[in-house]
């Protein structure tokens, strides 16, 4: 047999002023209830205002609620509801202008995708060479160790990894996929 989780409202009982148990329910459950609602907006000001919203909307049916095993999901299920009230109500404003909003790229400004672009073609071309030119270069360029600290670590001498690297940056400089993005 189940337990409703809400009974009527009209029910004939007066609210009192004070729900010791809604006091101790929030300072147990709130951290909980707060990345929740963090969950389901973009600003950690609005998840506070989202939780205080439907913590609000809680304390106001307390006395409804006689299943108190079920509370998170009542919070879960007003922060939703609130959330998708709050999303439906915003307000879009449109202008009519006569030139687009975006600025003009600047020249000489690095463009994002090319930039994306150019990277993911080096993380390609670096996964081209032998596992041991790979290591060398990721260490000293992506890491930024020195060539000491590079010997240190592959357990090489310096002079190995000058020339390994050396012969890694010839095979990255040739490399015809790179050519291609490169202006």
């Not at 205080?52 to 106001?60: C, I, N, P, S």
């Not at 879009?92 to 600047?106: A, G, K, N, R, S």
Request: net charge positive; proline share 6%.
């Amino acid at each position: 047999m189940t337990t409703p989780v809400c009974t009527s409202a009209s029910n004939g009982r007066t609210r009192p002023t004070s729900y010791p148990s809604f006091t101790s329910y929030v300072r147990a459950r709130q951290p909980v209830l707060l990345r929740t609602a963090r969950s389901l907006t973009a600003n950690p000001s609005d998840a506070e205002d989202l939780l205080q919203t439907a913590l609000t909307k809680t304390y106001v049916a307390w006395e409804r609620i006689e299943d108190h095993r079920a509370l998170d999901g009542y919070v879960r299920r007003a922060l939703v509801n609130t959330r998708t009230s709050q999303w439906r109500k915003r307000k879009v404003d449109e202008f009519v202008c006569d030139e687009p909003p975006e600025p003009e790229p600047q020249a000489g400004a690095d463009d994002p995708a090319e930039r994306q672009a150019l990277r993911d073609a080096m993380w390609r071309a670096i996964m081209k060479l032998p596992a041991r030119q790979r290591a060398m270069v990721v260490l000293r360029y992506y890491e930024d160790l020195s060539e000491a600290q590079t010997a240190e670590v592959l357990g090489v001498s310096v002079g190995t990894v000058k020339s390994a690297v050396s012969r890694a940056l010839g095979k990255l400089r040739e490399d015809s996929e790179l050519g291609l993005v490169r202006r």
